[in-house]
């Protein structure tokens, strides 16, 4: 034992006879009781450690994962707890969380996300329709002033509001194909302009 650790050792040795003699003299006769409370502080604290130890896969399971930079044209999106990959892009401005769907065809739109980027849902003409997992809905063209995803800067690009119910909007593939390659590689996928 070196120098340091012998006092750091008896003040410690002091610290718990101090403690457990006034939790003795405290809890005297009902040993049972103080038993009970150890007990739930030992859980609390157990669980506080535990919270802590899984705070990133709560993270990513309520905060879809973000795109990152690898290098200057490309782009690494990590996959979410959920299995699937989501990307925050900023259109007109305001940003709007996306799945990643290689089997969409288009950007697709909630109407509460085109509202978000100051689309005036009211007054758009659904006159498209596509098929969904929940059937046939209708669908209004909107052109999206702005689009930044990462570094990458596009303008004037076409998008699809849909009219039925849509959990979050879509990043289909007519966007991810300004992409020279797309690529799946464990939890990440990889874009590169």
Known sequence: MENIELPRLIYMGILVLVLGGWVFARYRGRLAQAMQQAILWLFLFAGAILLYGFKDDFQRQIFPSQAAIVSGDKIALRRAADRHFYATLKINGQDIVFLVDTGATDIVLTQND????????????????????????????????????????????????????????????????????IEIAGDQMFLKR
């Open 114 to 181: 085109a509202q978000v980027i100051g689309i005036d849902v009211a007054t758009l003409r659904y006159l498209g329709t596509a098929q969904t997992a929940n059937g046939t809905v209708r669908t209004a063209r909107i052109k999206l002033k702005l689009v930044e995803f990462s570094n990458q800067i596009d303008q004037n690009i076409a998008a699809w509001v849909n009219d039925g119910e849509m959990n979050m909007s879509l990043l289909g593939m007519t966007y991810l194909s300004r992409y020279s390659s």
